[in-house]
Structure formats: C-alpha cells, structure tokens
C-alpha cells in the first residue's frame, strides 16, 4: 500500500476500469486534482479499452472462434491485472503493453 496520496486518487482509478465512459468519467474527475495514482491507472485503463476495440475490430475478419475467444481472455487479463492493482493501490504496469501505455498515453497527468 502506498501513502494517502494513491488513497486519495483510488476511486478515480477504479472508475477508470469501469469501460470506456469509466476512462472519461475517471479523467474529469482527476483533472482539478491531477493525482499521480489516478493517472497513472486512467493511462492504463484507456490503453486496455482501446486496445479492446481495435484488436477487435481486427479480430472480426478472421472469423474464428479460438482466435476471438483468446484475444477477449488476453484482453480481461489485463483488465483484471489492472483493476487489482487500482484497488491494492499499486502502480504495476500491465503486462506486455502497459509500458506502452504509459508512454502513449503521457498528456493525461
């Protein structure tokens, strides 16, 4: 657990997780505060629901149940992974992508 400050910035950061109107929700409710805690998992979490709709939009033309079904486990992995480390207040990046994230996501502070 860190300091009040990720405590403070917690439920923004589990907001964000809620789909992609809990990312936008989770942004404006951290834009007066600027929370670091709460940044760093709205980067994470609009990385994760992006990632969703445009891998698959991808998914959709190979129309195959084994290719859909192991993108939608890899994509409620990560979601679950982040969602975790909002609630125990821990600032673990997703893995595979969440460096990414972090690095494509920098404007939201």
């Known amino acids: 657990m860190q300091s009040d400050y990720a405590k403070q910035g917690k439920t923004a950061a589990i907001v964000a997780y809620i789909t992609i109107i809990g990312t936008i929700i989770a942004f404006f409710m951290n834009n007066d505060t600027k929370n670091?805690?709460?940044?760093?998992?709205?980067?994470?979490?609009?990385?994760?629901?992006?990632?969703?709709?445009?891998?698959?939009?991808?998914?959709?033309?190979?129309?195959?149940?084994?290719?859909?079904?192991?993108?939608?486990?890899?994509?409620?992995?990560?979601?679950?992974?982040?969602l975790i480390t909002a609630l125990r207040e821990e600032q673990k990046t997703v893995p595979l992508v969440g460096p990414y994230f972090q690095e494509w996501f920098n404007f939201i502070k």
């Open 36 to 82: 670091q805690f709460a940044s760093f998992h709205i980067r994470q979490a609009l990385g994760i629901n992006i990632s969703f709709y445009v891998i698959g939009a991808l998914v959709t033309f190979f129309d195959s149940w084994p290719i859909s079904s192991g993108f939608y486990i890899f994509i409620f992995v990560l979601w679950i992974f982040g």
